[in-house]
């Protein structure tokens, strides 16, 4: 059974940067894409990040653009969520995500990890 573990998350400060990390229990190189979702209380999910994992082409959602990065390592199986200048807009629940193919369009999420809170308060 595919396992994702996130791990990374905590509390920080405005401004500040936390580094999340998602391992897989299997070869990520299986996979079509990855990425990290994230919910906000009382909220549904919303994307935030797509990595492909062939080419490592890479998508965010407007407001996360020039502050996240997302990268893998196949040889780690694991992808990173790298962000910085966090506000407190950015608390949520991180989770990550894993497509086995390319479903044309948004990720569908075959494979969830558990979660990791990320709060950004002073």
């Known amino acids: 059974q595919v396992q994702l573990v996130e791990s990374g998350g905590g509390l920080v400060q405005p401004g500040g940067s936390l580094r999340l990390s998602c391992a897989a229990s299997?070869?990520?190189?299986?996979?079509?894409?990855m990425g990290w979702f994230r919910q906000f209380p009382g909220k549904g999910r919303e994307g935030v990040s797509v990595?492909?994992?062939?080419?490592?082409?890479?998508y965010y959602i407007d407001p996360v653009k020039g502050r996240f990065t997302i990268s893998r390592d196949i040889a780690k199986n694991t992808i990173y969520l790298q962000m910085n200048n966090l506000s407190p807009e950015d608390t949520a629940v991180y989770y990550c995500?894993?497509?086995?193919?390319?479903?044309?369009?948004?990720?569908?999420?075959?494979?969830w990890g558990q979660g990791t809170q990320v709060t950004v308060s002073s």
């Open positions: 990595i492909s994992i062939r080419d490592g082409e890479t």
């Open positions: 995500a894993a497509d086995r193919e390319d479903y044309r369009g948004p990720m569908r999420g075959d494979y």
């Open positions: 299997g070869d990520i190189s299986n996979y079509f894409a």
